[in-house]
């Protein structure tokens, strides 16, 4: 997978004809946003961070490094599986944007994911 294959911006940011496939990445849906404008392909709920791991974070990127180990655990789980292997499947065939509603831009879930993903990890379970 190479960079250009795959993106990362804030679901609030105008949709661009070059975003590709957008892929919501979020467990919630973005307040003040409705469907419709957020031109959002798919919503892959499943691979956000668990609840209970999002509390923890929420508001301390002191923390990011944790979070991000944390949040990689999560990832490799035989609950995940099915998104990551969705996610990958979609890789494959377009280029991907992966939507998030955090205002902080350099520590939240979009971005963990994709660290995670270009390290490799995510193509060690088949798919």
């Given at each position: 997978?190479?960079?250009?294959?795959?993106?990362?911006?804030r679901?609030?940011?105008?949709?661009?004809?070059?975003?590709?496939?957008?892929?919501?990445?979020?467990?919630?849906?973005?307040?003040?946003?409705p469907?419709d404008?957020?031109?959002?392909?798919?919503?892959?709920?499943?691979?956000a961070?668990?609840?209970a791991?999002?509390?923890?974070?929420?508001g301390?990127?002191a923390?990011?490094d944790a979070f991000?180990?944390?949040?990689?655990?999560e990832?490799e789980n035989?609950?995940m599986?099915h998104?990551?292997?969705e996610?990958?499947?979609?890789?494959r065939?377009?280029r991907?944007t992966?939507?998030?509603?955090?205002?902080?831009?350099?520590?939240?879930?979009?971005?963990a994911?994709l660290?995670?993903?270009?390290?490799g990890?995510?193509?060690q379970?088949?798919g």
């Amino acid at each position: 997978m190479t960079k250009a294959r795959i993106g990362l911006k804030r679901v609030y940011e105008k949709p661009a004809a070059d975003d590709g496939m957008r892929i919501l990445v979020d467990r919630l849906w973005p307040r003040g946003i409705p469907k419709d404008k957020a031109k959002v392909d798919l919503w892959l709920k499943d691979i956000a961070p668990s609840h209970a791991l999002r509390k923890r974070f929420h508001g301390k990127p002191a923390d990011w490094d944790a979070f991000c180990a944390a949040y990689g655990a999560e990832l490799e789980n035989a609950a995940m599986e099915h998104a990551v292997k969705e996610l990958r499947s979609h890789l494959r065939k377009r280029r991907v944007t992966l939507l998030y509603a955090a205002r902080d831009e350099e520590h939240n879930n979009a971005v963990a994911l994709l660290q995670w993903m270009r390290k490799g990890k995510a193509g060690q379970k088949g798919g």
